[in-house]
C-alpha cells in the first residue's frame, strides 16, 4: 500500500508541474510580439481599442480595433487612425496613417471596425507607440484603400 502510494505521489507531481508548464507557455503571447508599449491618446466619439503589434519578418504590423463610445449611436464615422512611433527618450521616429474597416463603424452589436498597419521595419526596445482616432472626412475621401498608409497632415498624435 505504501509502496503504491510512493509511487503515485512522483507523477502527480510531473503531471501538475507539466500542466503548469504547458498553460505558461500557452497563456503567453506570440513569440513575434514586440515589446512596445502603447498610449492611447483620448478621442471624441470613437476610441482606439484592443491594439497589438508583432513582428512579421522584417515588419512590423500593428492592429487593432475602432470602437464607438457608448454616446455615439449614429454619427456616420470618417475617420482614420493616427500613429505615432515614439522614442524612449521622447523623439518621435515615424508617423503614419491607416482606415478601418467598415468605413462607417457599424451602428449595433460589436460598434467596432478593425484596422491594420504595416510597416517596413521592427521596433528596437522601449519604443511607444501612441496611436489615436481621428475624425476628418477631408482625409477619408483622398485615401480608399483601407490597405494603403497615408500621412495625415493634422496627425493628433503630435499634439499635446
Ligand atoms: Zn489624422
Known sequence: ?????SGFLP??????????????????????????LFERMPS?????????????GDELVIYGKVKRTSNNC??????HVDIAVVAPDGPILDI???LYTPRDIPR?????????????YTLPEDITLRITYHEN?????????????????QNMTLLD
Do not use: H, Q
Request: aromatic residues 6%; contains cysteine; charged residues 20%.
Open 1 to 5: 500500500m505504501m509502496s503504491k502510494f
Open 11 to 36: 507523477v502527480m507531481i510531473l503531471v501538475t508541474v507539466a500542466v503548469f508548464i504547458s498553460g505558461c507557455a500557452t497563456s503567453n503571447v506570440n513569440p513575434n510580439e514586440t515589446s512596445a
Open 44 to 56: 471624441k466619439g470613437v476610441i482606439v481599442n484592443n491594439v497589438r503589434a508583432y513582428e512579421d
Open 74 to 79: 449614429c454619427d456616420t464615422t470618417r475617420g
Open 96 to 98: 503614419v496613417s491607416v
Open 108 to 120: 449595433v452589436r460589436s460598434r467596432t471596425s478593425r484596422f491594420t498597419a504595416r510597416l517596413p
Open 137 to 153: 472626412p477631408k482625409v477619408a475621401a483622398l485615401s480608399t484603400n483601407v490597405r494603403d498608409k497615408f500621412l495625415c497632415e
